[in-house]
């Protein structure tokens, strides 16, 4: 069996489990997340990005959170190129591990048109990954209902159609809740393609909570 098609199987899977998990505890959070990329380096890799996302929790007898679900959807757009290089449709399965520290490993069906070298433009291709992130977060300022939140996160991605490595990002920033349905936040990325160039990017987010 294909990887790709192992992806959409465990995604299947995933959701019928994420509903069983929905149903022992309150409803699933639900944030669509969007986000603009400010390369430093290079203005061909100005990205805007659309991330929907569910989080399911398993809680135990004590109601303390086990671990989480969260099928998701992202698209990324090359502004500068004007077309929609990255398509995503995938699983993720973390814990927090500390109240400071979280661990998930994901796995995802990837339709690419990157304009990097080794996708040269106007060429798309399939995948599979997996994408294992760390983050460790801390509460920097909070009064009279501003909060402010620092984080480091750490995403490694591992492509099975080629069999290698392709990208180690490091992101650190700074998240602000607005209200109860809305979070923004402000970062620095560096993206280690491994086997191509590196990118240092300003990203701007804002996310709506449901």
């Keep these: 069996m294909k990887p790709r098609i192992i992806v959409l199987v465990v995604l299947f899977l995933g959701l019928l489990v994420s509903a069983v998990f929905a149903s022992w505890n309150k409803k699933p ?50 502004v500068a190129e004007g077309f929609w290089e990255r ?4 699983i993720e399965i973390g814990k927090d591990i500390f109240p400071w520290f979280y661990l998930g490993e994901g796995i995802q069906a990837v339709w690419l048109r990157e304009a990097y070298r080794q996708f040269p433009p106007g060429k798309s291709r399939d995948s599979t990954e997996a994408e294992t992130r760390l ?17 480091l996160l750490g995403e490694y991605t591992y492509d ?6 392709t990208r180690n990002e490091v992101t650190m920033g ?10 923004t936040s ?25």
Aim: hydrophobic share 40%; glycine share 4%; net charge neutral.
């Design 186 to 210: 402000l970062s620095w990325r560096h993206v280690d393609r491994i086997h191509d160039f590196d990118s240092d990017a300003l990203e701007i987010s804002a996310t709506f909570i449901f």
């Design 87 to 90: 398509k995503e449709a995938g």
């Design 29 to 78: 959070q639900i944030r669509w997340m969007q986000l603009y990329r400010h390369d430093l380096r290079d203005e061909d890799q100005e990205l805007y990005a659309n991330r929907l996302s569910a989080t399911f929790s398993y809680w135990d007898k004590k109601e303390k959170p086990l671990l989480k679900l969260m099928p998701f959807f992202e698209f990324r757009r090359n």
């Design 135 to 151: 983050v460790f977060s801390q509460n920097l300022f909070s009064h009279k209902g501003i909060s402010v939140k620092g984080y």
């Design 160 to 165: 099975f159609d080629r069999g290698e490595a």
């Design 174 to 183: 700074l998240i602000t809740p607005i209200g109860k349905y809305l979070e």
